[in-house]
């Protein structure tokens, strides 16, 4: 109603929150005594959503010292307790008592929920037929995992105060991570580097960048609609925190796949009538704290955008990437070639060298699972953004009922949804974020709360329509969480025991290390890794026959190349090297461009006398670096110093036998790598680099690298390059002797 004539906008403002604090509560009237069992489902779901973003970006893979924030044993378990949690969430909502009448399904609704279970059910298919049974195991608990969240959002989350709940869950869990990735910025601003790419807790920046854009429209949703003053204020500050750090991550197609989903966020928007009245007020505000946002983190975008062309080399590494993805889904388009197995299967159809992920959710999906499921993921996110749609154009013309100060405009909440599952869905063509266990949860966590603000409210729908449907049954929800269970207690109970296993082997305590790692491998006994380590500590400790019998158990449970090298190296180090060269000729036909298994090979060779097969393997490695293999690095920081060993051999031989010319060539080749590696050996990058860094024996390498070239050079009438040559052995004498570490 008008208020009186001559009310000021103050005072119209205060009667209205009166009003709306005087109004019955739909979160009180919606929730009735019976649905407690949804409540704490949706706890459930919220510390799974909060646990996941914090530990879930797959922190373990890179050294603690660049996430000095969040380190030690909460990042080995806090996935594992997430989907322990996702699990319990998806139980306590099959608990909840059956809703009441029975309209009509929403077709695409039907669809999203069918395409998710058989996606379920390919994942499961995949993984029993897959050779490493631990990768794909875990990995199809990270396909089970959001898809039990998302099943478990959209039945408890059907009260305005449910859905608003796992809303700013999302909103808070980003805001938290993006304080944490600027914090990491501002530390790095400090040390003089102001074009640091944040990670906070995920591995790379793009896959934070790829977390934040599930966020970022929620977030916004939050604060056009929500009328409390405090939850106003606070959606504001995190839309400001998570765009500020989505833009330090330099992602480029980040920022490309948000503009994309801001703009499906303007038009659903406009064509919804979702923005009116204090919202439209709000929406200036967010334009001018964007603007502002955007200010304040652009300058690093820029920089790397200005950069882009001498990048080029790492967009042509994500195509080429693409294209072995694509071979490799053709060798298996059914079943793929195992559920989690990319890393382990890729490399034969490499035309690139080493990559985790195919850097696209769907050509990944399709290479380990068959092309059936990457077509079952698009066409799930599919129908839940038309859900979403159809959904809003029902609401158009209806206002609905009045809603606590707290609760989500639902028009809004489906707008923002829809919007987030868009932007993630464009940019998993560019990286293969649902792969990380913060982003699939996430996203489940999303597409659920589509199919619960999409249906009709609690209490309204039978149980033979509910979401995620009677169709899938309790059995499927009930076997979902037990696995879920299983797999979070095996994997977290062996990762706390590999990490006291460290723990020892860092205080000399080498008794300790194994026996710790035998309990790992106790409590999680198809772990490869474990195996491997228990391997290693054994040869240290003088017991090479259980040294053996360990690396053949990993090598049993994933005949992968890194298994295969890894039982090459034992044997050569224990003297066999005719055993060695059988095992690391195995590793190259599983890991062809893997480089320390060809210098490991050579190696092997040189030492029984096999001099030609050895060279052959440096001009093989020679033939790789003047490639797309070397000369197309995914991370331009990353020098992969092998190679100049396989310039330096071929010179070697060349060398003894007098080809002067063609020893200079390689020595300035072997050289040119060398000087690279030297300059970046000390970035932080250079420190993630798979291996870590070369050591001590690199940099002697190199001098006596510069000290051949040299002599060559001298010897065949080039006086000033050789002075060249010296003084900067010379310059890397004293770098050394003043302690400067390769």
Same mark, same amino acid.
């Given at each position: 109603?008008?208020?009186?004539?001559?009310? %000021?906008? !103050?005072?119209?403002?205060?009667?209205?929150?009166?009003?709306?604090?005087?109004?019955?509560?739909?979160? !009180?009237?919606?929730?009735?005594?019976?649905?407690?069992? *949804?409540?704490?489902?949706?706890?459930?779901?919220?510390?799974?959503?909060?646990?996941?973003?914090?530990?879930?970006?797959?922190?373990?893979?890179?050294?603690?010292?660049?996430?000095?924030?969040?380190?030690?044993?909460?990042?080995?378990?806090?996935?594992?307790?997430?989907?322990? /949690?996702?699990?319990?969430?998806?139980?306590? !909502?099959?608990?909840?008592?059956?809703?009441?009448?029975?309209?009509?399904?929403?077709?695409?609704?039907?669809?999203?929920?069918?395409?998710?279970?058989?996606?379920?059910?390919?994942?499961?298919?995949?993984?029993?037929?897959?050779?490493?049974?631990?990768? $794909? &195991?875990?990995?199809?608990?990270?396909?089970?995992?959001?898809?039990?969240?998302?099943?478990?959002?959209?039945?408890?989350?059907?009260?305005?105060?449910?859905?608003?709940?796992?809303?700013?869950?999302?909103?808070?869990?980003?805001?938290?991570?993006?304080?944490?990735?600027?914090?990491?910025?501002?530390?790095?601003?400090?040390?003089?580097?102001?074009?640091?790419?944040?990670?906070?807790?995920?591995?790379?920046?793009?896959?934070?960048?790829?977390?934040?854009?599930?966020?970022?429209?929620?977030?916004?949703?939050?604060?056009?609609?929500?009328?409390?003053?405090?939850? +106003?204020?606070?959606?504001?500050?995190?839309?400001?925190?998570?765009?500020?750090?989505?833009?330090?991550?330099?992602?480029?197609?980040?920022?490309?796949?948000?503009? @994309?989903?801001?703009?499906?966020?303007?038009?659903?928007?406009?064509?919804?009538?979702?923005? *009116?009245?204090?919202?439209?007020?709000?929406?200036?505000?967010?334009?001018?704290? +964007?603007?502002?946002?955007?200010?304040?983190?652009?300058?690093?975008? /820029?920089?790397?955008?200005? #950069? $882009?062309?001498?990048?080029?080399?790492?967009?042509?590494?994500?195509?080429?990437?693409?294209?072995?993805?694509?071979?490799?889904?053709?060798?298996?388009?059914?079943?793929?070639?195992?559920?989690?197995?990319?890393?382990?299967?890729?490399?034969?159809?490499?035309?690139?060298?080493?990559?985790?992920?195919?850097?696209?959710?769907?050509?990944?999906?399709?290479?380990?699972?068959?092309?059936? @499921?990457?077509?079952?993921?698009?066409?799930?996110?599919?129908?839940?953004?038309?859900?979403?749609?159809? &959904?809003?154009?029902?609401?158009?013309?209806?206002?609905?009922?009045?809603?606590?100060?707290?609760?989500?405009?639902?028009?809004?909440?489906?707008?923002?949804?829809?919007?987030? +599952?868009? &932007?993630?869905?464009?940019? $998993?063509?560019?990286?293969?974020?649902?792969?990380?266990?913060?982003?699939?949860?996430?996203?489940?966590?999303?597409?659920?709360?589509?199919?619960?603000?999409?249906?009709?409210?609690?209490?309204?729908?039978?149980?033979?329509?509910?979401?995620?449907?009677?169709?899938?049954?309790?059995?499927?929800?009930?076997?979902?969480?037990?696995?879920? +269970?299983?797999?979070?207690?095996?994997?977290?109970?062996?990762?706390?025991?590999?990490?006291?296993?460290?723990?020892?082997?860092?205080?000399?305590?080498?008794?300790?290390?194994?026996?710790?790692?035998?309990?790992?491998?106790? %409590?999680?006994?198809?772990?490869?890794?474990?195996?491997?380590?228990?391997?290693?500590?054994? #040869?240290?400790?003088?017991?090479?026959?259980?040294?053996?019998?360990?690396?053949?158990?990993?090598?049993?449970?994933?005949? %992968?190349?890194?298994?295969?090298?890894?039982?090459?190296?034992?044997?050569?180090?224990?003297?066999?090297?005719?055993?060695?060269?059988?095992?690391?000729?195995?590793?190259?036909?599983?890991?062809?461009?893997?480089?320390?298994?060809?210098?490991?090979?050579?190696?092997?060779?040189?030492?029984?006398?096999?001099?030609?097969?050895?060279?052959?393997?440096?001009?093989?490695?020679?033939?790789?670096?003047?490639?797309?293999?070397?000369?197309?690095?995914?991370?331009?920081?990353?020098?992969?110093?092998?190679?100049?060993?396989?310039?330096?051999?071929?010179?070697?031989?060349?060398?003894?036998?007098?080809?002067?010319?063609?020893?200079?060539?390689?020595?300035?080749?072997?050289?040119?790598?060398?000087?690279?590696?030297?300059?970046?050996?000390?970035?932080?990058?250079?420190?993630?680099?798979?291996?870590?860094?070369?050591?001590?024996?690199?940099?002697?390498?190199?001098?006596?690298?510069?000290?051949?070239?040299?002599?060559?050079?001298?010897?065949?009438?080039?006086?000033?390059? #050789?002075?060249?040559?010296?003084?900067?052995?010379?310059?890397?004498?004293?770098?050394?002797? #003043?302690?400067?570490?390769?």
């Amino acid at each position: 109603m008008p208020g009186p004539r001559g009310e %000021s906008r !103050a005072a119209r403002r205060a009667r209205e929150r009166r009003s709306a604090a005087a109004r019955p509560s739909a979160l !009180a009237s919606a929730r009735p005594r019976p649905l407690r069992a *949804a409540d704490a489902s949706l706890v459930c779901a919220v510390l799974a959503l909060l646990l996941a973003a914090l530990g879930g970006g797959m922190l373990s893979d890179r050294p603690a010292s660049l996430a000095p924030d969040i380190t030690g044993p909460f990042a080995l378990i806090a996935v594992p307790l997430a989907l322990l /949690l996702a699990g319990a969430s998806l139980v306590l !909502a099959f608990l909840g008592p059956p809703p009441a009448s029975a309209p009509a399904p929403c077709r695409p609704r039907s669809s999203a929920t069918a395409a998710f279970a058989l996606l379920a059910a390919l994942g499961v298919a995949s993984a029993v037929a897959s050779r490493y049974p631990h990768m $794909s &195991a875990t990995t199809l608990a990270l396909l089970v995992g959001p898809i039990a969240l998302g099943w478990a959002v959209a039945r408890a989350a059907r009260t305005p105060g449910g859905l608003t709940a796992i809303l700013l869950a999302v909103a808070a869990a980003a805001a938290i991570v993006a304080v944490i990735g600027l914090n990491e910025y501002m530390r790095s601003w400090r040390a003089q580097n102001s074009i640091w790419r944040v990670f906070a807790t995920f591995a790379v920046p793009n896959f934070l960048a790829g977390y934040l854009l599930l966020a970022l429209p929620v977030t916004l949703a939050l604060f056009l609609s929500l009328r409390e003053r405090n939850l +106003v204020v606070l959606s504001g500050t995190a839309l400001v925190l998570q765009l500020l750090c989505l833009l330090l991550t330099q992602s480029r197609l980040g920022v490309a796949a948000l503009a @994309a989903g801001m703009a499906v966020f303007a038009g659903l928007a406009l064509w919804s009538r979702a923005i *009116a009245g204090h919202a439209r007020r709000r929406a200036l505000v967010i334009a001018v704290l +964007v603007v502002l946002a955007g200010l304040a983190g652009a300058r690093p975008l /820029l920089a790397r955008l200005r #950069a $882009s062309g001498d990048q080029a080399y790492s967009a042509r590494f994500r195509v080429l990437t693409w294209e072995g993805a694509v071979r490799m889904a053709g060798a298996h388009p059914l079943l793929g070639a195992g559920l989690g197995t990319f890393e382990a299967t890729y490399p034969p159809y490499a035309v690139v060298g080493f990559t985790r992920h195919a850097h696209n959710s769907y050509l990944q999906l399709a290479a380990e699972a068959g092309m059936p @499921a990457a077509a079952l993921l698009g066409l799930g996110l599919l129908a839940v953004a038309l859900a979403g749609v159809f &959904a809003l154009r029902a609401e158009r013309r209806s206002d609905g009922p009045p809603l606590p100060a707290a609760a989500v405009d639902r028009r809004l909440a489906l707008v923002g949804l829809v919007s987030a +599952v868009a &932007a993630a869905g464009i940019h $998993s063509l560019f990286d293969s974020d649902l792969y990380v266990p913060a982003i699939g949860l996430t996203l489940g966590a999303l597409c659920g709360a589509v199919m619960a603000a999409s249906g009709p409210p609690a209490g309204a729908v039978s149980e033979a329509h509910a979401a995620p449907g009677r169709r899938f049954g309790r059995g499927a929800a009930f076997a979902a969480a037990v696995y879920l +269970v299983a797999i979070a207690w095996i994997v977290a109970a062996g990762r706390m025991q590999a990490h006291q296993a460290e723990a020892a082997i860092r205080a000399g305590d080498l008794e300790g290390a194994i026996r710790d790692y035998r309990s790992a491998t106790s %409590s999680d006994s198809a772990n490869a890794e474990y195996h491997m380590s228990l391997a290693s500590l054994y #040869a240290a400790a003088g017991r090479p026959a259980e040294a053996r019998a360990e690396q053949r158990e990993a090598v049993r449970l994933s005949p %992968s190349g890194k298994a295969l090298y890894r039982m090459g190296k034992l044997l050569a180090e224990q003297g066999d090297h005719g055993g060695a060269i059988t095992w690391y000729e195995r590793a190259r036909a599983a890991d062809p461009h893997n480089l320390r298994t060809l210098l490991a090979l050579a190696d092997s060779l040189s030492a029984l006398g096999r001099h030609e097969g050895a060279l052959q393997v440096y001009r093989d490695m020679a033939a790789l670096y003047r490639g797309p293999v070397g000369r197309i690095r995914a991370v331009p920081e990353i020098v992969e110093w092998e190679y100049s060993e396989a310039f330096l051999g071929l010179a070697e031989a060349e060398l003894a036998r007098g080809d002067r010319p063609g020893a200079e060539k390689d020595l300035r080749e072997g050289i040119a790598i060398l000087s690279e590696y030297w300059r970046t050996r000390d970035s932080e990058m250079a420190q993630v680099a798979p291996g870590g860094p070369a050591g001590e024996k690199t940099a002697e390498r190199y001098a006596w690298a510069l000290e051949q070239w040299e002599r060559v050079l001298r010897t065949l009438g080039r006086p000033a390059e #050789a002075d060249a040559a010296a003084e900067r052995l010379r310059e890397l004498r004293a770098e050394m002797a #003043a302690g400067a570490s390769p």
